[in-house]
DNA sequence: CTTCTTGTTACTGA
DNA sequence: ATCAGTAACAAGAA
């Protein structure tokens, strides 16, 4: 499930790979993964160039010449550059996976002859192209980026102030904290030692403190090892992240810590996990 | 066959 | 009007 680390992964291989490339070919075999009209979407970026590659939340803002195409890859989607096919004796294509599969909605083509695919089992990610203003709506919903330095420990005060809900509701909310999922959310209760269901309001001081520096610690150590593979994800190479290796609760039986079994227990409609000697 | 997976949003009720 | 909780979406794995 990309999160903020696997989407800046993303964003970050493909900075220097796609940028002012031409866009020569725009193949779209799955219209739904398009929102607004499909023949717009063809014509806007045939002929086009991204100019730069943004990221808020879990949201990737490709700049164009004048709009922007947003992609969202929601739970299983996938963006993965390939550079021109290179053929072995024999005939046989060489490449890390064969694509397009079967799940490659949405294929662009630059003047180079590599290519981006935008592949999805579940088709529930997105692209979509919006001119300025709609964008700024767009990225005006989202709360703070939990790695730039407005995220400061008072503004993450104001953020639980007042709140009647567990910690790790309001640490998933993007329009309170932008960028954190299930995995990390879980992650970060731990480094802090507070269970997940934890009320905010019955967070001591120091609990506050440790749950603000734990999104920056874990995030920073996430997007270090180039994201979290737990089911498909994989970055713009194809190739899955190690983060996994250094999960402590999320997905574990046991905790990497202390080895008690790990708890878990459904928290904002979503399974998390805890280890009950370590998290109070 | 059932159950489980999760990011986002529409909807519901307080 | 605001906030919190939940079902729904969707398709594949176990």
């Known amino acids: 499930m990309p999160e903020l680390p696997e989407v800046e992964t993303i964003r970050r291989d493909l900075l220097r790979r796609v940028i002012n490339k031409k866009i020569i070919g725009v193949e779209v075999k799955k219209v739904k993964l398009i929102r607004g009209r499909t023949d717009i979407f063809i014509n806007t970026l045939k002929g086009n160039s991204f100019k730069k590659i943004k990221r808020r939340a879990k949201l990737l803002v490709f700049e164009l010449k004048k709009e922007y195409l947003l992609i969202h890859l929601k739970m299983t989607g996938q963006l993965v550059y390939q550079k021109e096919k290179k053929i ?22 630059f003047a180079d002859s590599s290519r981006l695919f935008f592949n999805d089992i579940r088709q529930f990610g997105y692209m979509q192209l919006v001119e300025k203003k709609e964008l700024e709506r767009i990225l005006n919903v989202y709360g703070p980026e939990p790695l730039t330095k407005e995220f400061t420990l008072k503004r993450f005060k104001e953020i639980l102030d007042q709140r009647q809900t567990a910690i790790k509701a309001v640490l998933m909310d993007q329009s309170l904290i932008a960028g954190l999922g299930n995995i990390y959310a879980s992650e970060v209760c731990f480094f802090a030692k507070v269970k997940p269901d934890r009320p905010v309001k019955t967070l001591t001081e120091k609990e506050i403190k440790d749950l603000h520096q734990g999104c ?30 250094f999960l402590k609760v999320y997905q574990r039986e046991k905790c990497q810590s202390c080895a008690s079994v790990i708890k878990k227990k459904t928290i904002a409609g979503r399974s998390s996990f805890y280890c009950p000697q370590c998290q109070v």
């Open 88 to 109: 072995i004796a024999g005939g046989h294509t060489y490449s890390g996976q064969q694509l397009p599969n079967k799940y490659s909605h949405i294929i662009f083509t």
């Open 216 to 245: 920056e610690v874990i995030l920073r150590q996430a997007i270090a090892k180039r994201g979290t593979t737990a089911n498909n994800y994989v970055d713009a190479f194809g190739q899955p992240g190690n983060f996994i290796n």
